[in-house]
């Protein structure tokens, strides 16, 4: 398998799936709705949705039903991204090689933004409703997108980060703590939501969390390595900006090499425990080993 | 029927259900959730969830399915007056006599509050699911919370209202649009979840919905009449705000005296279209009457 190019070919599909869900820039509220597809529109991986739909896959999903709720979790993403990049929080100017969204449209309409997004993110994800009326996962979906995404997941994760930031109070502990909602917990959400609605058992979807913690993680220390050796030409965002920014990562406490040893052997660990399941989906395992060798 | 006995009442009725789904303040993320709930806990009327509970009532519902989306409708109401309230906002130190989230917290951390309130308020609503699994308008009434939150509502609201303090081209057209979304949505919301979740027909939620819409605009007008007419002692926070801001309300437009009349008219219309209902509750009657005279 060729996996660059089937990644591509994948973000592609999920690219098209998730920007047909975009409100459509009219109206007195137009700018709001231009800075929102401004901020979505900005690249990415795509990730979390291709997560989704794969797991979806993976348990023999086959409808559109998924199709709203990856738009939804890549807006969630795309929102924290919008409201991290604001003065008052990292103050950053650039994200993947693009000005951010309150450098173009304001601080004002960055904020208001990034709530129309977290919103628009349930009324999208609602959207489901109309494909699948009587499919029970919908309504346990909403609730795995909400609970991760809040404060016992992403936010909360972010609210700590932010907090450590000011005090210089940082432990392992904590920043695996941190770690371990502010990113894990969207993809988990991700791959749980794919689970969920194409009617994975209450153990497949433990598994399918247990795995997507695992990635997150590994996803996650794999940005910290990635801060210290890449180049802002191949990341599209300055590098060092960690160290820049007195902030603790995972390369602070483990050092370059023994992070880089984390990352292979959490990556291993969740496909070694995707393995137990008796459905397959070959891209998905695939997709899950690229991630420790990825270079942005 | 002492309707200032009434409403305080039921506002004590609201409050004990409303706070019970606040989270508890501990963990690592213990500084997000006590700016959450000093948010949230910082008065009020309580006007969204007592309409809500007041409408589930007049078609009948019995049951404590409505009691997560009376906390979830607050919610978002907090978060949106804490976003507002921010430095890049409308920048204003003190609400309801105590000082704002983001005095108290800062900037960053009042900014991530509002988001988890909001992600928070979908996470409640959804344990609807826990208590009437089978009701067939949790699904609807999460899609009214969605939307009437959304850039078709609230939030698309206050974006056309930023957007016009800085280019001063407002207009009356824009000024009842913004009214309409900005504070009539969320009223609308309210009633018509009640409306839905206890099971009213598509026409009964319809003239909910109309007389919800005139409640909100008389609701905001009254709120431009006493940033003229009140007191900061009564009001609870600075009067003639709007003018300092040159904020053109819906008193520069029509006067003090035309306003008063539209909402009286407003509010009387609301109530007649309500009582072609064949339902009745008296108190919800009684309390849109009194929306025309209350000081505060």
Redesign the interface.
């Known amino acids: 398998m060729d996996i660059k190019a089937e990644i591509g070919r994948h973000t592609d599909e999920a690219e098209q799936i998730i920007t047909s869900y975009l409100?459509e820039e009219k109206?007195?509220?137009k700018?709001?709705?231009e800075a929102?597809n401004y901020s979505f529109l900005a690249g990415g991986k795509r990730l979390r949705p291709i997560l989704m739909l794969e797991t979806y896959r993976l348990f023999g999903g086959k409808s559109k039903v998924i199709e709203p709720f990856m738009a939804a979790i890549e807006m969630i993403h795309t929102?924290s991204l919008v409201?991290d990049d604001?003065?008052?929080?990292d103050n950053d100017e650039y994200r993947r090689g693009k000005k951010t969204t309150h450098v173009v449209y304001?601080?004002?309409?960055a904020?208001?933004a990034?709530?129309?997004l977290?919103?628009?993110a349930?009324?999208t994800a609602?959207k489901a409703?109309d494909i699948e009326?009587q499919n029970p996962g919908?309504?346990?979906a909403?609730?795995i997108?909400?609970?991760k995404?809040?404060?016992?997941g992403m936010?909360?994760?972010?609210?700590?980060d932010?907090?450590s930031e000011?005090t210089c109070d940082m432990t392992k502990e904590?920043l695996d703590?941190?770690y371990r909602?502010k990113t894990s917990a969207l993809i988990e959400a991700s791959m749980m939501i794919g689970a969920v609605l194409a009617g994975a058992t209450g153990s497949e979807q433990k598994i399918v969390e247990a795995v997507a913690s695992k990635v997150g993680l590994a996803f996650q220390i794999q940005d910290d390595i990635l801060d210290v050796t890449s180049t802002m030409e191949v990341l599209g965002k300055p590098i060092g900006s960690d160290e820049k920014n007195h902030k603790s990562t995972y390369v602070t406490y483990e050092g370059i090499e023994k992070s880089k040893q984390d990352v292979a052997d959490l990556s291993e660990k969740a496909i070694a425990q995707m393995e137990t399941l008796v459905v397959k989906n070959e891209f998905l395992t695939e997709l899950l080993r690229y991630l420790i060798s990825r270079e942005k």
């Not at 936010?155 to 700590?160: A, E, F, L, P, S």
């Open positions: 409100p109206g007195y509220q700018t709001v709705i929102m929102y409201h604001l003065p008052a929080m304001g601080e004002a309409m904020i208001l990034g709530d129309a977290l919103t628009y349930f009324e609602a409703l009326p919908i309504g346990k909403i609730r997108l909400s609970a995404a809040g404060i016992y936010v909360g994760g972010q609210t700590v932010v907090e000011n904590k703590f941190i909602l």
